[in-house]
């Protein structure tokens, strides 16, 4: 499914940010993931737990139900199943069928967001969950904004390709974070098994119209930004910037350095669920400060979900994938679908 090849849809055996932990409460609450429904609620004692969001018997979603206790009934006709997906009530007969079950998937709890695992719960090894420590959104130098969420009306890839290829930034957003001239600065990429990076640098540029408002600067700037994403979900950027080394009255001076977080997972063929956090170096005691320039970039991301429903938009009217002129600047977005595939062609071997 483009910008995959035909057949390739989304790895399984993978952790993905299913929500924001705040997101799940004791109402039971339904979130497509990976082209399935699934349930999410927590026990009495607080504990977040995901089902399978279809009921066995008429298919009337979980997620849309009630709690009794910790169990969730069918509001349909009250079957009822515990938090490890067993059938544990049915009110018109006595005997329990053997089919009478939904899946249980694995849920971690990390951070502020909720992690599920959508495959072989066998193979969910907690350890591959990115580290928050080392992402540095516990790093006491920078103070994190979060909670924020973007229902995608498009297919998830598409938002990994526009996460790829940052060249969109003077242009989508150029009247907020645009940078500068990419036909004269070298990107730098790298990558393994599991993550692919990459980041630029753009000496003595204007100040973007966004950081320009927010430092009250007009002058010109030294730019370094960049992004690695930690396959299937989680992109986590950097973006600091300094006054030109060559053109300001203190070469070099810190303005300020901006940390994001870009998560994106599977909701159905052609959706996908985006979570947004920022950190930041400065006003860091500012809570209204840190708030307007979320709603900030909340609008930049906005920006993005116009390009992907356009594009959405085009593939599903075509009804058919056409060629594609693929650019220099796409260097890194060709090696992350390639990732992509990998880890979806060893799932089909297997």
């Not at 483009?2 to 993905?16: D, I, K, V």
């Not at 100040?207 to 430092?215: G, T």
């Not at 010109?220 to 992004?227: L, Q, T």
Request: proline share 7%; charged share 25%; hydrophobic share 40%.
């Amino acid at each position: 499914m483009y910008p995959l090849p035909e057949g390739c849809f989304a790895p399984r055996n993978q952790w993905y940010i299913a929500a924001w932990a705040d997101e799940v409460r004791r109402e039971p609450m339904e979130r497509w993931i990976l082209n399935e429904p699934v349930a999410f609620y927590r026990t009495e004692d607080g504990r977040a737990v995901a089902l399978e969001g279809r009921c066995p018997h008429r298919h009337f979603p979980l997620g849309k139900s009630r709690l009794v206790g910790d169990n969730i009934e069918c509001m349909y006709h009250g079957i009822t199943f515990s938090p490890k997906g067993d059938c544990v009530r049915i009110p018109s007969q006595g005997m329990v069928p053997a089919s009478c079950k939904v899946k249980a998937y694995p849920l971690v709890e990390r951070w502020k967001w909720l992690w599920i695992w959508m495959g072989d719960p066998a193979l969910a090894d907690e350890s591959l969950i990115p580290d928050h420590h080392e992402i540095g959104l516990t790093d006491p130098a920078f103070t994190v904004e979060s909670g924020t969420y973007h229902a995608v009306p498009g297919r998830y890839m598409l938002m990994h390709d526009n996460l790829f290829d940052l060249t969109h930034l003077g242009f989508l957003h150029q009247t907020s974070i645009g940078a500068g001239d990419y036909s004269v600065v070298d990107e730098q990429r790298d990558n393994g098994d599991n993550w692919i990076s990459s980041q630029r640098e753009f000496p003595n540029i204007q100040c973007p119209p966004l950081y320009a408002q927010v430092f009250g600067y007009e002058g010109k700037v030294d730019r370094a930004f960049g992004m690695k994403l930690f396959l299937p979900s989680l992109h986590a950027g950097y973006d600091f910037l300094f006054k030109s080394r060559t053109d300001s009255d203190d070469p070099g001076a810190v303005l300020g350095k901006v940390r994001v977080y870009h998560a994106i997972t599977p909701a159905t063929k052609n959706t996908a669920h985006y979570f947004f956090a920022y950190g930041r170096t400065f006003k860091q005691d500012d809570d209204a400060f840190g708030k307007a320039m979320l709603a900030s970039f909340n609008a930049v991301i906005e920006e993005d979900m116009l390009a992907t429903r356009e594009i959405e938009a085009m593939l599903t009217t075509l009804g058919t994938t056409p060629p594609e002129v693929l650019l220099k600047a796409d260097a890194t977005c060709v090696r992350g679908r390639r990732l992509f595939e990998s880890l979806i062609r060893k799932e089909q071997a297997v």
